[in-house]
């Protein structure tokens, strides 16, 4: 990566607006190592506008997580879009807390997707510092994607919780994508209550993306004659 990022001239490299960065089961990579390699990085593409990377299953320990977002919203200032990826990753609640801390940055922001599936570590408390960060960040952003997944701890509260601090704060949400799936905590009763939230204070949102483990018909009859065909997409897996 060193390497790459060499072979690029610096006029060149002011021209690059996307870029897609690949660590996904990289289990040498540590997370000094990462560091290094997203500070080399974010210093030679500072005008990118979209950033996609992918971390998962990384064997990165869960306090270099922060270090490494802290040091790409430092110097790349006009991030519209970022892409995430720690699927089964070490993302302990106290990690969480901490990760959004660098994303206040990001005051340009329009979309965000961040996939914590697989770090079954997480629990209410960590959803519920996600949903302070909303509330002090973000003004410009309109798409929204967060998966969880496979946690026990993630229950109806840390739902709610997190659906309100999206719909008091994010008013220009367009797109939204809520992944929980085999988060068996969550029940019919939970999932109606924040579909209603979703819909009641989210005027703009045109997309809405939703996928749980498992969805009582009742309350996918209530968001399906609520919301329009062509703007609601409800994955039921069992």
């Keep these: 990566m060193e390497n790459f990022s060499q072979q690029i001239s610096h006029r060149s490299s002011k021209l690059i607006k996307q870029l897609l960065l690949d660590f996904s089961e ?18 030679k593409f500072q005008n990118l506008q979209n950033l996609f990377i992918d971390f998962s299953c990384s064997l990165i320990p869960g306090h270099h997580w922060t270090k490494i977002l802290t040091i790409i919203f430092d110097q790349i200032k006009g991030l519209k879009s970022f892409i ?6 070490d993302i302990s609640n106290c990690v969480l807390q901490n990760l959004f801390l660098p994303l206040r940055k990001a005051e340009l922001l329009e979309h965000l997707y961040l996939d914590l599936q697989e770090c079954n570590q997480i629990a209410d408390i960590g959803i519920l510092s996600i949903a302070n960060t909303f509330r002090e960040s973000f003004p410009k952003l309109k798409k929204l994607s967060l998966c969880f997944g496979s946690s026990d701890n993630i229950t109806n509260e840390g739902l709610k919780i997190l659906v309100q601090g999206i719909c008091k704060s994010l008013k220009n949400i367009d797109q939204l994508l809520l992944s929980f799936r085999g988060c068996s905590a969550l029940t019919d009763d939970g999932i109606e209550e924040v579909g209603k939230e979703i819909l009641s204070y989210l005027p703009l949102l045109n997309q809405l993306y939703v996928n749980f483990t498992k969805l009582a018909q009742r309350v996918f009859v209530y968001l399906f004659k609520r919301f329009s065909a062509n703007r609601i997409c409800w994955k039921n897996l069992r």
């Excluded at 995430?84 to 990753?89: A, F, K, R, S, T």
């Design 26 to 43: 990289n289990k040498n990579l540590t997370g000094s190592e990462a560091e290094l390699l997203m500070n080399g990085i974010s210093q």
């Design 84 to 89: 995430l990826l720690l699927n089964g990753c």
